[in-house]
């Protein structure tokens, strides 16, 4: 089974991800493909693969990808490959942005898919990535804040919407979601 978890850039997709891992068995991730540099607290093969613009555009050549996208000038994507092995094993949560989502909802067939989108209000997004530990860049916030209302318009995509107004309350939502989604596996 894969989960999706998706909300804008600073709603918690990272930090909930880290915790159903750590808090339930048989859940685990995998590194989504990029082309963006390392930040500092990123480790290669486990937070991102990191790849050149040249070596992403030669995956997508070789139908390498699910799903692929650019955000703030970088490509992002899911290994097809990763993903497949990965999911034989275990739930994988993955954090995937709206666009993705869709074109996973719609390609996966062996695979069951299970979409939550967690919102967040724009005051408190815009707290969050003033706040963050990378420290973005005026430019940064204000373009990850500009896809706000796109986002915001794709949520009929997803079958769970959660606000994401206290992280234990939320974790504690999506592990039931979790156990009784992987209980009709397809």
Excluded: W
Excluded at 3 to 21: C, F, M, Q, Y
Excluded at 40 to 46: C, E, L, R, S, T
Excluded at 137 to 162: A, M, P, Q, T, W
Aim: net charge negative; with cysteine; hydrophobic share 35%.
């Amino acid at each position: 089974m894969l989960v999706i978890l998706s909300g804008v850039a600073g709603a918690g997709k990272d930090t909930i991800r880290k915790e159903l891992i750590n808090r339930m068995e048989n859940v685990d991730t995998i590194p989504a493909y990029t082309t963006r540099a390392p930040r500092a607290d990123d480790i290669p093969g486990v937070t991102y693969n990191f790849v050149s613009k040249e070596e992403f555009e030669k995956m997508i050549d070789n139908n390498e990808m699910y799903e692929y996208d650019i955000h703030h000038n970088n490509y992002y994507g899911t290994s097809k490959k990763l993903l497949n092995e990965k999911a034989k094993n275990c739930i994988v949560v993955k954090d995937i942005d709206v666009n993705g989502t869709e074109i996973l909802k719609n390609t996966l067939k062996n695979i069951k898919v299970v979409t939550i989108f967690l919102r967040v209000p724009k005051e408190e997004l815009q707290r969050r990535l003033e706040n963050r530990i990378d420290q973005l860049s005026h430019e940064e916030i204000k373009l990850r804040l500009n896809r706000f209302d796109y986002e915001e318009s794709k949520i009929y995509l997803y079958d769970y919407v959660i606000k994401n107004d206290n992280l234990e309350k939320t974790v504690s939502i999506i592990q039931r979601i979790i156990e009784e989604e992987s209980k009709t596996e397809i």
